[in-house]
């Protein structure tokens, strides 16, 4: 069975930084996108950020942009994401994601991807 296993959460002042890290495992995804979405409490989840299977393409909500990157490793089936700057308002629980639509449909309303990880949380203090 595929399972995507997030780490990385943790409590943050603003302004501060975190790596979030996803692995997946039970099969292989070299030719799917993989990214993250995140969920406040009593809010409704959104994107964050996705990245194509080559590496080379990425995309961001306009929300994170400039402060975090997506990066991945397909040998370890690894997607990761350098969150600098943080901002109370990126408090929520972070879920890693695999699909193999394109990029831009992951900031699609409704959207529902092939995986999900548990996710991991992240609490950034004023």
């Known amino acids: 069975q595929v399972q995507l296993v997030e780490s990385g959460g943790g409590l943050v002042q603003a302004g501060g930084s975190l790596r979030l890290s996803c692995a997946a495992s039970g099969r292989t995804f070299s030719s799917y996108a993989m990214g993250w979405f995140r969920q406040a409490p009593g809010k409704e989840r959104e994107f964050v950020a996705a990245i194509n299977w080559s590496g080379l393409s990425t995309y961001y909500a306009d929300s994170v942009k400039g402060r975090f990157t997506i990066s991945r490793d397909n040998i370890k089936n690894t997607v990761l994401l350098q969150m600098n700057n943080l901002k109370p308002e990126d408090t929520g629980v972070y879920y890693c994601?695999?699909?193999?639509?394109?990029?831009?449909?992951?900031?699609?309303?409704?959207?529902?991807?092939?995986?999900w990880g548990k996710g991991t949380l992240v609490t950034v203090s004023s």
């Open positions: 994601a695999v699909d193999s639509r394109q990029l831009s449909d992951w900031a699609r309303p409704g959207v529902v991807m092939d995986y």
